[in-house]
């Protein structure tokens, strides 16, 4: 059973920081990418930045040169390291796995396990 647990939320002012965790446990294969998404009320689940198995990295351009996306394949913990936070930012923030199967790594389908998700909130 594959388990995604994220960590590292909060409350910040704008210009701020926070490092997002989320820690996998379960998987017996490498997939192909993970990622981490994030949503609000009033819109669709959106991809912030997904990483590969070779570890390139994609990023949306909301969040280009602000967001640093890595991973620790020895401890299985994925990282969003989020700089320069503006409150377009606040979000509760998703972190996906690909699964066995594999889809696009741009599409909310292309991810079979999801984390529960955890807030960020970002003031002016």
């Known amino acids: 059973q594959v388990h995604l647990v994220e960590s590292g939320g909060g409350s910040v002012q704008a210009g701020g920081s926070l490092r997002l965790s989320c820690i996998v446990s379960?998987?017996?294969?490498?997939?192909?990418?993970m990622g981490w998404w994030r949503q609000t009320p009033e819109k669709e689940r959106e991809r912030v930045a997904h990483?590969?198995?070779?570890?390139?990295?994609k990023y949306a351009n909301s969040v280009k040169d602000r967001f640093t996306i890595s991973k620790d394949n020895a401890k299985n913990i994925l990282y969003l390291q989020m700089n320069n936070l503006e409150p377009e930012d606040t979000a509760v923030y998703y972190c996906?796995?690909?699964?066995?199967?594999?889809?696009?790594?741009?599409?909310?389908?292309?991810?079979?396990?999801w984390g529960q998700g955890t807030q960020v909130t970002v003031s002016a």
């Open positions: 996906a796995e690909q699964g066995p199967i594999g889809g696009s790594c741009f599409e909310t389908t292309g991810y079979q396990f």
């Open positions: 379960g998987v017996k294969y490498n997939p192909w990418c």
């Open positions: 990483i590969y198995s070779d570890s390139t990295t």
